[in-house]
């Protein structure tokens, strides 16, 4: 009983340690006047991070503020909230979800605890990714977190944007656009219109190895579009704010073409998945790229396969 109540108190104070390393080390940098950016660590999910891995952001108006994406946990929602109020006294009014991906979404539940009844934004197929991929993507972070993953949930969002929308925080306005298939099948971007500000989501990684999880040719297709806006900043969805543009746009679009020419050599000449993965070697130059290189060869094979 002793043993077991010593037990319980370790947990406790395990979890009370990471949850302060979190809220500790979470900060908000101002980008522009009122726009406030977190960047997050350019690695895999673990204890040590709580998924604190994607860049998040808020933006300041007069009336109210809007945060683009909650972080991939409660624990990292939870301190983000708690760097927002350190910020500003203004209510988040809206939270822009930028696509389905858990290290964008999981702490949805820290921002609909704090400001109940905001709005929850996101692209027209995100409540149909959010459904079907949502139990796996809690089930992993279980996995990878233990206890530190309690209080993670999926919300889905409470409107959707087809193609385009305007969103009022007062004397400011955020322009939302939903792309088509590309990072993903419900990929949304947001500019805002004051400080010229892109938040690009995961349309645009910097240093870390882009993952697939869409369509190939759909998202070279969105960074030439992508390529033809001038936008005074630039918040990737991960990586350093304010990369070069179009210089990094070119170095993910080198990549997926290399991901192409590769993929559609090995069908042309009738080899298989596991052959042309076994050919294939991480390219250096990216972050993570042992792990998600695989992973791209075995999307972009899947998809170019068919188009044949
Ligand atoms: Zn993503």
């Known amino acids: 009983m002793r043993r ?7 947990v406790l104070l395990t979890l009370c340690a990471a949850q302060a390393q979190v809220g500790a080390a979470f900060e908000l940098r101002e980008l522009a006047p009122g726009v406030f950016m ?4 350019q690695e895999e999910t673990s204890r040590d991070n709580l998924g604190d891995i994607a860049n998040l952001a808020l ?12 972080g991939g946990s409660a624990a990292v929602g939870r301190a983000f ?7 500003t006294p203004l209510p988040v009014c809206v939270l822009v979800n930028t696509h389905a991906h858990p290290d964008h979404v999981l702490g949805n539940a820290a921002f609909v605890e704090a400001w109940p009844g905001l709005r929850i934004v996101g692209h027209a197929r995100l409540p149909a990714a959010l459904a ?33 929308t305007v969103v009022d925080l007062g004397g400011r306005r955020l322009a939302l656009r939903a792309w088509a298939t590309a990072h993903t099948d419900c990929d949304l971007t947001v500019h805002d219109d004051a400080s010229g500000t892109l938040f690009t989501g995961d349309l645009l990684f910097v240093e870390r190895i882009p993952a697939l999880d869409g369509s190939l040719p759909g998202w070279l297709a969105a960074l030439a ?14 990586g350093p704010a304010d990369p070069g543009w179009p210089a990094e746009l070119d170095k993910e679009a080198d ?18 998945l596991g052959e042309t993965l076994d050919a294939s070697a991480p390219p250096s130059r990216w972050k ?21």
């Open 38 to 41: 977190h960047s997050g660590r």
């Open 59 to 70: 933006v300041v108006g007069t009336r109210c503020a809007a945060v683009i994406d909650s």
């Open 288 to 308: 993570l790229a042992e792990h998600y290189h695989r992973r791209n060869i075995t999307a972009a094979f899947a998809e170019l396969e068919w188009a044949r």
């Open 255 to 272: 990549y997926l073409n290399l991901l192409a020419r590769e993929v559609d050599a090995a069908i042309a000449a009738g080899r298989g």
């Open 132 to 164: 079907a991929r949502g139990p796996a993507y809690l089930h992993a972070l279980q996995r990878d977190l233990g206890a530190l993953a309690d209080g993670s949930r999926i919300v889905a969002p409470t409107e959707t944007v087809e193609r385009e």
């Open 4 to 10: 077991a109540r010593r037990a319980a108190w370790l």
């Open 81 to 87: 909230v708690a760097a927002v109020r350190r910020t």
């Open 225 to 238: 579009e992508l390529r033809a806006l001038k936008p005074r900043h630039v918040l990737p969805g991960h």
